[in-house]
């Protein structure tokens, strides 16, 4: 709380005002307001408005709920939240101004609009959910992955994305996330609003508040689609491979880099005369 004259001079100010800018009351009693806690940048507008009252009898501040830097003793702008009231007595009018540090918050909602940001532009899906798997929050992620824009999905069951054989499984991992477990790089099966199925990479975890209490639950997941198709051709591949080796009429044998025989399909086993265990890791030029 700051008391302040007409002729701009600090009046009152008490113990809290000491803590938020660093003067004491016997510091700054009889100081204009201006010199002592206004930016040198916003100290024209301030004057300005000053005069605007005395000439009006109105001010463009009063009486409304602004949010404003202010200056600390040791030099330092900070954000405040200010009510400036005119207080009219005996003829005289004085004003009292109520003013509030908020810059933790302001660092806090920064933090939570920095990291909504980066929520936003993720290629993975990041959902929020309520304990009972309603779906709270949907990032553009998720509507690339899943196909629905967040109209369509928020307040619906994330069982909703779950083909019919995989529903067992949502409820499971809900069942986790109540007991304040967490669910991660599970991969699994999930269905487009086009109805293909994809495969993704879950990772869940529950959401709890400052006192430890479970809110909620938050789902990341990563389309690995593309990297299991690959995976099955690789696989389809390399089964070709050795059915193609071990039917082969020919003896074929495998070496390493050193010449050592890794491996020999049945035809090598009559044309060399060994079985396979007393050529392995032996050198083929020695055998």
């Known amino acids: 709380f700051i008391g302040m004259d007409t002729a701009g001079r600090i009046t009152d100010w008490n113990k809290r005002a000491e803590t938020t800018f660093g003067w004491t009351k016997e510091e700054v009693l009889g100081k204009v307001l201006a010199d002592m806690i206004i930016p040198p940048a916003m100290r024209p507008m301030h004057k300005k408005g000053l005069e605007s009252f005395l000439a ?18 040791d030099g330092h702008e900070f954000p405040v939240e200010l009510t400036v009231w ?5 003829g005289t009018v004085h004003f009292n101004a109520f003013l509030r540090d908020v810059t933790e918050r302001k660092q806090a909602q920064e ?8 929520v ?7 959902i ?9 929050s949907w990032n553009a992620g998720a509507q690339k992955i899943y196909g629905y824009d967040a109209a369509e999905v928020i307040g619906r069951h994330a069982s909703l994305l779950a083909p019919p054989d995989r529903i067992d499984e949502v ?5 986790k996330l109540r007991r304040g477990e967490s669910c ?18 879950l990772s869940l975890s ?14 990341i997941a990563r389309d690995i689609t593309k990297q299991k198709q690959e995976q099955e051709a690789l696989l389809q591949s390399e089964r070709q491979y050795v059915e193609l080796v071990q039917g082969a009429p020919d003896p074929i044998i495998t070496l390493d880099q050193h010449g050592l025989v890794k491996t020999m399909n049945p035809a090598a086993e009559p044309a060399f005369g060994y079985k396979p265990e007393e050529l392995a890791d032996k050198k083929f030029i020695e055998t």
Do not use: F, N, W
């Open 120 to 126: 936003e532009s993720s290629d993975d899906a990041i």
């Open 86 to 90: 005119p207080l009219r007595r005996e």
């Open 111 to 118: 933090v939570r609009e920095y990291l909504a940001a980066i």
């Open 56 to 73: 009006t009898g109105k001010g463009p501040i009063l009486g409304k709920h602004l949010e404003l830097s202010a200056l600390h003793r």
């Open 171 to 175: 409820t499971q991992i809900m069942a």
């Open 206 to 219: 529950p959401i709890k508040e400052p006192g430890g209490a479970i809110v909620g639950a938050s789902a």
């Open 184 to 201: 991660t790089s599970l991969e699994t099966v999930r269905v487009r609003k086009d109805g293909a199925r994809i495969h993704v990479s």
């Open 128 to 136: 929020g959910e309520t304990l009972e798997g309603i779906i709270t």
